[in-house]
């Protein structure tokens, strides 16, 4: 069951990666070709689009560490209990 997860997990991950190269080849590309835009907004816009990716990668990172030290918590408290419950039952 892991592994078949676990090789979703990276097909879900090379297409998103596929879909956001290409659009970052096609803003690349149209960017180049815009012929009335001066160099220095394209620089600009360029450099804006690259902040944006990289802002969006830092936030999902930061959210996927959360959930998972949320997710470990909630792991030790369980386990917490189920040792409480089972001293407590081999007691009585």
Known sequence: ???????DNTL?????????????GMLGLS????????????GFWGIGV????TGLVNFVKYRFDERLSDD???????AKNEKLLSDYVSDV
């Not at 069951?1 to 090789?7: F, H, I, R």
């Not at 879900?12 to 970052?24: E, S």
């Not at 690259?50 to 990716?53: E, S, T």
């Open 1 to 7: 069951m892991t592994n078949v997860t676990k090789s």
């Open 12 to 24: 879900i991950m090379l297409f998103n990666l596929a879909g956001v190269l290409i659009a970052l």
């Open 31 to 42: 960017l180049w070709l815009s012929t009335e835009v001066p160099l220095s907004t394209k």
């Open 50 to 53: 690259l902040m944006l990716c």
């Open 72 to 78: 470990r918590i909630e792991r030790l408290e369980a």
